[in-house]
């Protein structure tokens, strides 16, 4: 298994502009999640989904659209980048169930310049 | 929703035991305790898991106090690879899968 992949490592983004990060997981999971972490602080919740057609807001969803068609890929976009979303972007699986192990991917750098 | 504290860091010898400690003093009944880790530029990584009971895993062990207002991650021989900041994490069986980072501890292991 590839596990829990990222799209592109890194990039860097114009005021304005727009891009979407992608996450893509072959455990067959259900939950999906984006969560961005800010330099020297810990993860926030962004976005999550409970499968596929089913997506919710975390803690900080301005700014940022998400779909789940398909249980493997959960694309996160942005719709006008702002240097505020400047960040390293996770994402994050795992099955249904109480608790659960969350897998997570290796991150995308994103400067918005 | 019940918070954690932590150390902001900690620093352990090579092959010596290490004891993270967390505070959750307000935890409700139903609340799980997870302990994740992040290595340098990496995503983080799944540690353990608790309840009431101690819990054992081929990573750690975590220890949990008798009335559930603490909890201590325990790295039973810390090598160089352990170095990662180290969060502790409530969560409660609504939204097990929602998880509250805060800003952990950072473990330094020193050779």
């Known amino acids: 298994n590839a596990g829990v992949t990222q799209t592109p490592k890194f990039q860097v983004l114009k005021t304005g502009q727009s891009m979407t990060l992608q996450c893509a997981q072959d455990?067959?999971?259900?939950?999906m999640s984006w969560y961005r972490q800010d330099p020297g602080m810990g993860l926030r919740l962004i976005h999550y989904s409970v499968g596929a057609g089913i997506t919710d807001q975390g803690e900080v969803p301005n700014g940022y659209n998400v779909s789940r068609s398909t249980t493997e890929d959960f694309p996160l976009r942005l719709l006008s980048a702002a240097p505020s979303q400047t960040s390293v972007y996770f994402c994050?699986?795992?099955?249904?169930?109480?608790?659960?192990?969350?897998?997570f991917g290796p991150g995308t750098r994103l400067t918005v310049t | 929703d019940a918070k954690t504290t932590q150390p902001n860091s900690m620093e352990s010898n090579e092959e010596e035991p290490v004891h993270l400690p967390c505070n959750h003093s307000t935890i409700s009944g139903t609340d799980y305790i997870h302990w994740y880790r992040q290595l340098p530029s990496q995503g983080p990584e799944y540690v353990i898991h608790g309840l009431t009971s101690n819990v054992n895993n081929r990573m750690a062990s975590l220890a949990i106090a008798e009335d559930r207002k603490s909890s201590t991650l325990i790295l039973h021989r810390a090598t160089l690879r352990d170095a990662a900041v180290y969060y502790c994490?409530?969560?409660?069986?609504?939204?097990?899968?929602?998880?509250?980072f805060g800003s952990g501890t950072q473990l330094t292991v020193l050779p």
């Open positions: 994050a699986s795992s099955y249904s169930g109480n608790p659960v192990e969350q897998y």
């Open positions: 994490i409530l969560t409660y069986s609504g939204s097990a899968r929602q998880l509250t």
């Open positions: 455990m067959n999971h259900e939950y």
